[in-house]
């Protein structure tokens, strides 16, 4: 027998548990992981290397601890997109929203305190809360996968957590969660203790509604996370950032890691922002291919979760992993996220998706 992890002191929390492990796999059609299909334009990567090669020149120092153009351009990039006025010290930006929603569990969570998030969701939420010592209380939803606003009110008033996690639009189900959900959902936190609520607006810029930033007004204990993995179509970048009162940006400064944001990544964020506009283009395209893969998922009987992200959850299979698994046989690897009966296809480029609709269509003719 070899020498494992179980054979290390790990924490107890942590024995037995696997990581995040979607898998990397070289197929030709890859719709797995809810990337951008496009590559940066030609002009944008030019930018991001005079920009980097600048940034190169001063590599002997240390980058801005406190990112303050960074955060100053993502503020007015949330400005001016969600119609409502973000201050630099409203932002904070890190490797990945991943990384923001650590340091938030460092801040709010830890051990003898508790977090919860409506499931199925995010299952980063629950894995980063085991790997700071948070407890992790997993929320309902009701069949159609929508909050269950009445039961979420009564968990979170059984269990009092210290953070609240609203994934919206929700991975890997799709759906948004009403605004007058969140505000209802942040009620019964205060009430209960008060706890943070921490919005994770991951996929927001392929919604058909609107960004919850405006709630940020006079809610200090709200917090709206972002990121340029998806929208931005720059998942390789790591680059995650927050909205929230000035009060919760200082905070998080007590647990982020000096000079975590690499002079590099800042120069390349910077750098993607000055192309928002042509990025935005390429996110109404996928909208539109989302919005055609719902349309002829249905028109083949599948159910489909409504969806306003840039995937789509699709359904129902008696083994939902062999029909992974057959879509995969045709070159084409979508997401089996272990709800059972169904999978999630990620929107990519629209020849991609014919690749998927027609392995699906395969399949169907086969089983037929
Ligand atoms: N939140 C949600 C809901 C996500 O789906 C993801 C990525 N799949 C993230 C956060 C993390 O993204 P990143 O760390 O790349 O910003």
Same mark, same amino acid.
């Given at each position: 027998?070899?020498?494992?992890?179980?054979?290390?002191?790990?924490?107890?929390?942590?024995?037995?548990?696997?990581?995040?492990?979607?898998?990397?796999? +070289?197929?030709? %059609?890859? =719709?797995?992981?809810? *990337?951008?299909?496009?590559?940066?334009?030609? $002009?944008? &990567?030019?930018?991001? /290397?005079?920009?980097?090669?600048?940034?190169?020149?001063?590599?002997?120092?240390?980058?801005?601890?406190?990112?303050?153009?960074?955060?100053?351009?993502?503020?007015?990039?949330?400005?001016?997109?969600?119609?409502?006025?973000?201050?630099?010290?409203?932002?904070?930006?890190?490797?990945?929203?991943?990384?923001?929603?650590?340091?938030?569990?460092?801040?709010?969570?830890?051990?003898?305190?508790?977090?919860?998030?409506?499931?199925?969701?995010?299952?980063?939420?629950?894995?980063?809360?085991?790997?700071?010592?948070?407890?992790?209380?997993?929320?309902?939803?009701?069949? +159609?996968?929508? %909050?269950? =606003?009445?039961?979420? *009110?009564?968990?979170?008033?059984?269990?009092? $957590?210290? &953070?609240?996690?609203? /994934?919206?639009?929700?991975?890997?189900?799709?759906?948004?969660?009403?605004?007058?959900?969140?505000?209802?959902?942040?009620?019964?936190?205060?009430?209960?203790?008060?706890?943070?609520?921490?919005?994770?607006?991951?996929?927001?810029?392929?919604?058909?509604?609107?960004?919850?930033?405006?709630?940020?007004?006079?809610?200090?204990?709200?917090?709206?996370?972002?990121?340029?993995?998806?929208?931005?179509?720059?998942?390789?970048?790591?680059?995650?950032?927050?909205?929230?009162?000035?009060?919760?940006?200082?905070?998080?400064?007590?647990?982020?890691?000096?000079?975590?944001?690499?002079?590099?990544?800042?120069?390349?964020?910077?750098?993607?922002?000055?192309?928002?506009?042509?990025?935005?283009?390429?996110?109404?395209?996928?909208?539109?291919?989302?919005?055609?893969?719902?349309?002829?998922?249905?028109?083949?009987?599948?159910?489909?979760?409504?969806?306003?992200?840039?995937?789509?959850?699709?359904?129902?299979?008696?083994?939902?992993?062999?029909?992974?698994?057959?879509?995969?046989?045709?070159?084409?690897?979508?997401?089996?996220?272990?709800?059972?009966?169904?999978?999630?296809?990620?929107?990519?480029?629209?020849?991609?998706?014919?690749?998927?609709?027609?392995?699906?269509?395969?399949?169907?003719?086969?089983?037929?």
């Amino acid at each position: 027998m070899s020498f494992g992890i179980d054979d290390l002191p790990v924490r107890d929390e942590l024995r037995g548990k696997s990581p995040y492990g979607a898998p990397q796999l +070289d197929v030709p %059609v890859r =719709l797995n992981t809810n *990337e951008n299909p496009y590559p940066l334009p030609e $002009p944008l &990567v030019e930018r991001i /290397t005079e920009r980097v090669r600048e940034a190169a020149r001063h590599l002997n120092r240390y980058p801005d601890r406190d990112a303050v153009e960074l955060r100053t351009r993502l503020a007015a990039y949330l400005t001016k997109t969600a119609g409502h006025p973000v201050a630099t010290e409203n932002v904070w930006a890190a490797n990945g929203s991943n990384e923001v929603i650590q340091q938030l569990l460092q801040t709010f969570g830890g051990p003898g305190r508790t977090a919860i998030g409506f499931e199925p969701s995010y299952s980063m939420h629950g894995l980063i809360a085991r790997g700071t010592g948070t407890g992790w209380i997993s929320g309902p939803r009701h069949e +159609d996968f929508t %909050v269950d =606003l009445a039961a979420a *009110e009564k968990a979170i008033a059984v269990h009092r $957590p210290d &953070v609240v996690f609203v /994934t919206t639009p929700n991975n890997p189900t799709g759906n948004a969660v009403p605004p007058e959900t969140v505000l209802a959902l942040y009620e019964a936190a205060q009430k209960a203790r008060p706890s943070m609520v921490v919005v994770d607006e991951a996929y927001v810029e392929f919604s058909h509604g609107d960004s919850l930033l405006p709630l940020l007004d006079g809610r200090p204990n709200l917090v709206v996370s972002r990121t340029m993995s998806k929208a931005f179509g720059a998942a390789g970048l790591r680059l995650g950032y927050l909205a929230a009162h000035p009060a919760v940006v200082d905070a998080v400064q007590l647990v982020r890691l000096p000079y975590h944001l690499s002079a590099i990544t800042q120069a390349t964020a910077l750098a993607a922002l000055e192309h928002t506009d042509t990025l935005l283009g390429y996110v109404e395209q996928l909208k539109a291919e989302r919005d055609r893969l719902v349309a002829e998922l249905r028109a083949l009987g599948y159910e489909v979760t409504e969806s306003d992200a840039n995937f789509v959850q699709f359904g129902r299979f008696e083994d939902s992993h062999a029909t992974w698994r057959k879509i995969l046989d045709r070159g084409v690897l979508v997401r089996d996220n272990g709800v059972p009966g169904w999978l999630r296809v990620t929107a990519g480029a629209p020849e991609e998706n014919d690749a998927f609709l027609d392995a699906v269509r395969e399949i169907e003719k086969e089983q037929s």
